[in-house]
């Protein structure tokens, strides 16, 4: 299975190439709403879901994910589309590739997100262009200190956030199972030593019930 965004394309330099891309992708989206798209998907899901031992749900899953990050790539910012890979298992989405600047980054990670059913984003995007960072090594440390306190707090699922930090300002992104969780990952970004700011860009899974 190819990890290029799972579709066979041949990237041309130039306008021409990028919209030969959109259009494959696009008409790939677009042919899963129909009852013979949906057929022919299931059925490619069915032998990867043999192949790969996990259920056949969860592999038909896997590809709508796939096929909705595709989509949302190409709408939003088609420039970070043919610079990111993403492979998806079990909802689990790794991000690879090479982005201009931190922003570019975050905005991938703030997109994959987006997409319902993604369960955690892995990040091993590579900024080539650090020139814009006033401290990187801060930024670091900001991140594995947050990090660490999210790990160590039993009433937050960890695994549900992904943590950027960009010139001491603390980007969060994921999905929280409820407000009262949100609150708690977001007063410990707050907390952090040398945090400027902190900005949220989570999604609400589960409504904080009534007392």
Same mark, same amino acid.
């Given at each position: 299975?190819? *990890? ?5 394309? +041949? ?7 990028? =919209?030969?891309?959109?259009? &494959? ?9 129909? !009852? ?14 043999? $192949?790969?031992?996990?259920?056949? @749900? $969860? @592999? ?13 790539? =190409? ?9 990111? @890979?993403?492979?998806?298992?079990? /909802?689990?989405?790794?991000?690879? /590739?090479? &982005? ?13 997100? /987006?997409? !319902? ?25 900001? /991140? +594995? ?6 790990? %160590?707090?039993? $009433? ?26 949100? *609150? ?7 907390? %952090? ?8 860009? +989570? ?5 904080? !019930?009534?007392?």
């Amino acid at each position: 299975m190819p *990890n290029r965004h799972n579709v066979h394309v +041949t990237r041309s330099s130039g306008r021409t190439g990028m =919209i030969a891309v959109s259009v &494959v992708v696009l008409g790939a989206v677009l042919a899963g709403c129909t !009852p013979v798209g949906v057929a022919v998907g299931a059925g490619a899901a069915g032998v990867t879901a043999t $192949q790969k031992e996990k259920g056949f @749900s $969860q @592999s038909v899953d896997d590809t709508r994910i796939r096929a909705q990050l595709n989509a949302d790539f =190409i709408a939003n910012n088609v420039d970070l589309f043919s610079q990111i @890979s993403f492979t998806v298992e079990e /909802g689990r989405v790794l991000l690879a /590739g090479n &982005v201009p600047t931190p922003e570019a980054r975050v905005e991938a990670v703030k997109l994959t997100w /987006g997409v !319902p059913g993604v369960t955690e984003v892995i990040n091993e995007i590579t900024v080539t262009d650090k020139s814009s960072l006033s401290d990187d090594s801060r930024d670091l440390w900001i /991140g +594995t200190k947050l990090r660490g306190r999210l790990l %160590v707090d039993d $009433q937050i699922s960890s695994i549900n956030y992904s943590i950027d930090v960009v010139n001491k300002t603390v980007y969060v992104m994921g999905v929280a199972r409820s407000t009262t969780e949100l *609150n708690r990952v977001l007063g410990h970004a707050r907390q %952090v030593s040398h945090v400027r700011r902190v900005v949220d860009h +989570t999604r609400l899974i589960q409504a904080t !019930p009534a007392s």
